[in-house]
């Protein structure tokens, strides 16, 4: 009688053998790879990172492996693989290590680093491009230039507007570093549109607008935005010079010849702007009013002012309005005295 010859557990030995050894490889890359993932990494101080649109996922994760904000930029693609989503372009600020899976996050989000711009009311173009260039905003260095070439945005509201001075609704915007001239404008455009939809001004916005702009300038107290429109008013209707100051500063700004102080030789300047010299509104706003002016020149208040001393310019802190010459020359007269008495010259 033969016996039969065990049979070998080499073979399966070796498959087992095998098999443990790739879940190994394996566990170790899924291992590898969560580390890569999971674990914080990134700068310890702000780096930015400006993602270009239509970069690829693959792009992305190169940049931000070179500018050290993920270990991998492989890792990175493998997150895409698994997460999905849309990866959204522009600059990112990073300061501290954080997971590979939190970057991803942001950008997908949209996380784009953005500048606060603070416009207060009544600034002017001038004054806002300065805003923009204290911000590090590119947009600031020929801001004024470009914006009066933009009149496209408001051609409906105002058809022979020469800039879009006056339609730049001051508020606080936030503005990625990389905003353009037009898509900061269309912006604030778009705020002044919104604005004036709010309180109902469709009609004549040309003309409400300058003298918004011209209240707004001469005082910043809420009780006389409407008698300072008034005044405005009742000497249009008497085809008298609005003699306002600040319209005056306006168009030597415009010709670069401001000094910081009004002198006497610039109220004899002939600039459009010029209110002593012509009568009737300046040719556009000088600056950008708010919701209260506005307000104040659609709905003046119903009074025979004529004159008014600027609460801006007196110690006492509120405008001094007259109906006459001969009042207004007092109001001058007790406005200069209690300058004298508050310290002045």
């Known amino acids: 009688m033969s016996r039969r010859k065990p049979k070998s557990t080499r073979g399966k030995s070796w498959g087992a053998g095998t098999l443990f050894l790739a879940m190994l490889v394996v566990l170790a890359g899924v291992g590898g790879a969560a580390w890569f993932v999971a674990?914080?990494?990134?700068?310890?101080?702000?780096?930015?990172?400006?993602?270009?649109?239509?970069?690829?996922t693959a792009h992305i994760g190169r940049q931000l492996e070179q500018a050290g904000i993920v270990r991998s930029g492989y890792a990175f693609d493998l997150i895409r693989w698994f997460r999905?989503?849309?990866?959204?372009?522009?600059?990112?600020r990073f300061d501290h290590p954080v997971p590979a899976w939190d970057v991803y996050a942001r950008i997908v989000r949209g996380d784009v680093y953005t500048r606060t711009v603070v416009v207060p009311?009544?600034?002017?173009?001038?004054?806002?491009?300065?805003?923009?260039k204290k911000a590090g905003l590119s947009a600031g260095e020929g801001f004024v230039e470009e914006q009066a070439s933009l009149t496209r945005l408001v051609k409906d509201l105002d058809p022979n507007a020469k800039s879009l001075e006056g339609y730049?609704?001051?508020?606080?915007?936030?503005?990625p570093r990389s905003a353009t001239s037009e898509q900061i404008c269309t912006a604030m455009v778009k705020q002044f549109r919104a604005s004036a939809a709010k309180i109902g001004l469709k009609e004549n916005v040309h003309q409400v607008v300058t003298i918004a702009s011209l209240v707004e300038r001469e005082t910043a107290i809420d009780s006389e935005r409407p008698l300072v429109a008034s005044v405005f008013d009742?000497?249009?209707?008497?085809?008298?010079?609005?003699?306002?100051?600040?319209?005056?500063?306006?168009?030597?700004?415009?010709?670069g010849k401001w000094r910081g102080a009004i002198y006497q030789s610039d109220l004899k300047l002939n600039t459009k702007y010029n209110t002593y010299l012509h009568t009737g509104l300046p040719p556009g706003p000088?600056?950008?009013?708010?919701?209260?002016?506005?307000?104040?020149?659609?709905?003046?208040?119903?009074?025979?002012?004529?004159?008014?001393v600027a609460a801006g310019t007196n110690p006492q802190g509120k405008s001094l309005f007259a109906s006459t010459l001969e009042d207004h020359t007092?109001?001058?007269?007790?406005?200069?005295?209690a300058k004298k008495k508050a310290g002045g010259s």
């Open 121 to 132: 009311e009544g600034a002017n173009v001038f004054e806002i491009a300065a805003r923009l």
């Open 234 to 255: 009742n000497r249009l209707a008497k085809n008298m010079p609005l003699m306002t100051d600040p319209a005056v500063i306006y168009g030597l700004e415009l010709e």
């Open 168 to 175: 730049l609704f001051p508020d606080t915007y936030r503005f």
């Open 330 to 337: 007092r109001n001058v007269s007790g406005y200069r005295h």
């Open 84 to 92: 999905r989503g849309k990866l959204k372009a522009g600059e990112y």
């Open 286 to 308: 000088i600056g950008n009013p708010g919701l209260r002016s506005l307000k104040a020149a659609m709905n003046p208040a119903q009074t025979s002012y004529l004159y008014f």
């Open 39 to 56: 674990t914080p990494y990134g700068p310890e101080s702000e780096t930015f990172v400006d993602l270009a649109p239509g970069s690829s």
